[in-house]
Structure formats: structure tokens, C-alpha cells
């Protein structure tokens, strides 16, 4: 099969590898129908994930067909259309039972897929704890509307739950990229007073407008302004998708006193918190990866149309042009913000 592979630091190349077989039978096999090119992926290529091993194949969003399950699967069977969760979780160790399935103590456990496993931008991929990391998708529901379930938007599921968001908050999220937009996308089902979304793009902010006419789109520069207009002197709750020093700094600097910070952003280097400046705000700091314990929800949710995440596929690419696709990616030209595979 075809398998977009990890390298070295700076290659990705395209190889034909054997397809996988059930090592566990704990295991499914899924024939990807739809696969998506992730800014993590690019963090692997320039070596800014440590644990990513040179060989394995990238990729850890996807959607496809069971085609193998091991004897212990009970939650799919041969046939079933199915999202794949970014993380593989054993469900029974001291951190799955609690729901922070990202910290799965199983050698396969977390984030796996793509990493330290083979992933999903190839034909077939084999996924360790099929009952937990796979989620059928509903009758009605497109590759498409269904792609992101897994890993972005479960990401901006996420950090709007552990934000603490409730109805009537005011909520700020850094950065309209991918993960941005998805958290944007879940915080109106919390009722907020206000989504507000700052985005130093100008296509960017001009596709979040667009896509959630509701919020308050500005600019970096915007901020303060907008900031002295708040009650209680800033946002209630921030979510940090940005993944930029600038972008941390305005974190904790727009948000009101005693709120809770989200780092749903992935850095690729350390960031400084200015503790003497500011003391006295009393923030609550949480980081992620996401604990992707959601996806059946998530799924129930875009089946009712109240979540759609399609619009973010600006491109579309053979798996074969894999290399076409990523520099694009990379290039961020053409109005890009996510890139499906179809192999």
C-alpha cells in the first residue's frame, strides 16, 4: 500500500509499505477513505516532536471502513464507517479511568498514531484499542463533515469544556487557524455573551467572519481597545490557539481576573510566564493534548447539524500527490487551511 512516511528530520516521502495485519486482539484494521494533513505533522517533519520515530507513517486524522477486528472488539464490526481518535487508550489504567486518556500509561497509549505508530495518510492503518478509539460514524454524516472529529475537533471540544465556559461567558480564542476555528465552533454551544477571535490573517479573519458571523473578528492590534470594553476587565475564558509567543503573551494578558487560560496550541519552543507581572490575576493555566473522550458526542452533535467542520477543507489531494499537498501546507499560500487526502 501507499504510506506517507517519516524520514529524517526535514524529509516525508511517499513509500509502499505492507499493509497491516491485527497484532492484538484488542485491534482494528480500517481501509482510510479520507484522511488530512494536521499542523502536528509539520511540527514532526521539523523535528520539533522528539518522541516521533523515523520510519513510521505520519498521519492521526482520518476517517474509513473496519475491514479486520481483533477477537476482544466488541464496539465496531467489519463494515462499520468509523473516525479514528488521534489517541489510543487501554480505557482501564489510572489516567483512562479519569478521562485523561492523553496520559494512557499503555505503551501504544496517547498520542500514537502518526507519532510512534504507523498513522493514517496511507491506504490501510491498524489501530491499537479499537473499542476506545474508534467511533462510528452516524448514518447521513460525510467523510467530510466527520474528518475532523478525531483530533481537531476534538481538540477545540476540549478546551472549551476545560475552560469551564458556561452561558453568558465572554470567550476569546487566539489564533483562527484550524484548531481556532473548531474551538470557536463549540464555544457558541455554550450560549456565550460574546466569541471573540483574534487572528493577525486578513484572509484568515475574513474566513472566520464568514464562518462565524456571530463573533467579534479582530487583529492583534484591535485588542486593547476591545479589551477596556469588557466587563470585569477582560475575557472570561481564553483559549490559546495560536502557538506563537505573541499569542501566549496575549493569553493571559486579555484574560479577566480568575480566569481560566486554555494552551490548546502546540509550540515548538519554551514560552515564558512572567509570574511578577501577573501576580495578582490568580489565572488558572491548562494545557493540553487533548483528551479525546468526546468523539461519540461530537459525532451526535454534527449529525444534528450543529457543529460542521467541512468548510475548512480548502483542498483536496490524491494521496499519491502527498508531497504536492504538504507544500502547500507549508507554503500557507492559497487561502489554505486544511488539506484532505483521499487515497
Same mark, same amino acid.
Given at each position: 500500500?501507499?504510506?506517507?512516511?517519516?524520514?529524517?528530520?526535514?524529509?516525508?516521502?511517499?513509500?509502499?509499505?505492507?499493509?497491516?495485519?491485527?497484532?492484538?486482539?484488542?485491534?482494528?484494521?480500517?481501509?482510510?477513505?479520507?484522511?488530512?494533513?494536521?499542523?502536528?505533522?509539520?511540527?514532526?517533519?521539523?523535528?520539533?516532536?522528539?518522541?516521533?520515530?523515523?520510519?513510521?507513517?505520519?498521519?492521526?486524522?482520518?476517517?474509513?471502513?473496519?475491514? $479486520?477486528?481483533?477477537?476482544?472488539?466488541?464496539?465496531?464490526?467489519?463494515?462499520?464507517?468509523?473516525?479514528?481518535?488521534?489517541?489510543?487508550?487501554?480505557?482501564?489504567?489510572?489516567?483512562?479511568?479519569?478521562?485523561?486518556?492523553?496520559?494512557?500509561?499503555?505503551?501504544?497509549?496517547?498520542?500514537?498514531?502518526?507519532?510512534?505508530?504507523?498513522?493514517?495518510?496511507?491506504?490501510?492503518?491498524?489501530?491499537?484499542?479499537?473499542?476506545?478509539?474508534?467511533?462510528?460514524?452516524?448514518?447521513?454524516?460525510?467523510?467530510?463533515?466527520?474528518?475532523?472529529?478525531?483530533?481537531?475537533?476534538?481538540?477545540?471540544?476540549?478546551?472549551?469544556?476545560?475552560?469551564?465556559?458556561?452561558?453568558?461567558?465572554?470567550?476569546?480564542?487566539?489564533?483562527?487557524?484550524?484548531?481556532?476555528?473548531?474551538?470557536?465552533?463549540?464555544?457558541?454551544?455554550?450560549?456565550?455573551?460574546?466569541?471573540?477571535?483574534? $487572528?493577525?490573517?486578513?484572509?484568515?479573519?475574513?474566513?472566520?467572519?464568514?464562518?462565524?458571523?456571530?463573533?467579534?473578528?479582530?487583529?492583534?492590534?484591535?485588542?486593547?481597545?476591545?479589551?477596556?470594553?469588557?466587563?470585569?476587565?477582560?475575557?472570561?475564558?481564553?483559549? $490559546?490557539?495560536?502557538?506563537?509567543?505573541?499569542?501566549?503573551?496575549?493569553?493571559?494578558?486579555?484574560?479577566?481576573?480568575?480566569?481560566?487560560?486554555?494552551?490548546?496550541?502546540?509550540?515548538?519552543?519554551?514560552?515564558?510566564?512572567?509570574?511578577?507581572?501577573?501576580?495578582?490575576?490568580?489565572?488558572?493555566?491548562?494545557?493540553?493534548?487533548?483528551?479525546?473522550?468526546?468523539?461519540?458526542?461530537?459525532?451526535?452533535?454534527?449529525?444534528?447539524?450543529?457543529?460542521?467542520?467541512?468548510?475548512?477543507?480548502?483542498?483536496?489531494?490524491?494521496?499519491?500527490?502527498?508531497?504536492?499537498?504538504?507544500?502547500?501546507?507549508?507554503?500557507?499560500?492559497?487561502?489554505?487551511?486544511?488539506?484532505?487526502?483521499?487515497?
Amino acid at each position: 500500500m501507499l504510506a506517507y512516511t517519516y524520514i529524517k528530520k526535514g524529509e516525508f516521502r511517499l513509500e509502499e509499505k505492507q499493509k497491516p495485519h491485527i497484532l492484538s486482539s484488542r485491534d482494528a484494521v480500517v481501509r482510510v477513505t479520507l484522511a488530512s494533513i494536521c499542523t502536528s505533522d509539520l511540527h514532526i517533519k521539523r523535528g520539533a516532536v522528539p518522541r516521533a520515530v523515523p520510519g513510521i507513517t505520519v498521519g492521526h486524522e482520518m476517517v474509513g471502513v473496519v475491514e $479486520e477486528v481483533g477477537s476482544a472488539v466488541h464496539n465496531v464490526s467489519i463494515g462499520d464507517r468509523v473516525c479514528v481518535n488521534v489517541e489510543t487508550f487501554c480505557g482501564e489504567c489510572w489516567f483512562c479511568r479519569r478521562g485523561y486518556v492523553n496520559n494512557c500509561t499503555d505503551k501504544d497509549g496517547g498520542w500514537a498514531l502518526g507519532c510512534r505508530i504507523d498513522g493514517g495518510q496511507a491506504e490501510y492503518v491498524r489501530v491499537p484499542f479499537a473499542d476506545t478509539g474508534l467511533t462510528k460514524i452516524p448514518d447521513g454524516v460525510s467523510d467530510e463533515r466527520a474528518l475532523f472529529t478525531g483530533d481537531i475537533l476534538a481538540t477545540g471540544y476540549w478546551a472549551v469544556k476545560i475552560a469551564e465556559a458556561e452561558q453568558g461567558d465572554s470567550i476569546l480564542v487566539i489564533g483562527a487557524g484550524p484548531v481556532g476555528l473548531c474551538a470557536a465552533a463549540c464555544a457558541r454551544l455554550k450560549n456565550p455573551s460574546k466569541i471573540i477571535i483574534c $487572528e493577525k490573517s486578513a484572509a484568515r479573519r475574513a474566513f472566520a467572519k464568514r464562518y462565524i458571523p456571530e463573533a467579534e473578528v479582530v487583529s492583534p492590534e484591535d485588542m486593547p481597545e476591545l479589551i477596556k470594553n469588557l466587563p470585569r476587565g477582560g475575557a472570561d475564558c481564553v483559549l $490559546e490557539c495560536g502557538g506563537t509567543v505573541q499569542s501566549f503573551q496575549a493569553a493571559w494578558k486579555y484574560a479577566r481576573p480568575n480566569a481560566v487560560v486554555v494552551i490548546a496550541a502546540l509550540y515548538e519552543e519554551a514560552m515564558l510566564l512572567p509570574l511578577p507581572d501577573m501576580y495578582g490575576k490568580n489565572l488558572t493555566f491548562k494545557t493540553g493534548g487533548v483528551d479525546g473522550c468526546d468523539c461519540a458526542e461530537i459525532l451526535r452533535l454534527i449529525s444534528e447539524d450543529k457543529i460542521d467542520l467541512s468548510p475548512l477543507i480548502t483542498h483536496t489531494f490524491p494521496l499519491s500527490e502527498a508531497d504536492a499537498a504538504y507544500s502547500l501546507f507549508e507554503s500557507g499560500k492559497d487561502g489554505v487551511l486544511k488539506i484532505a487526502l483521499r487515497p
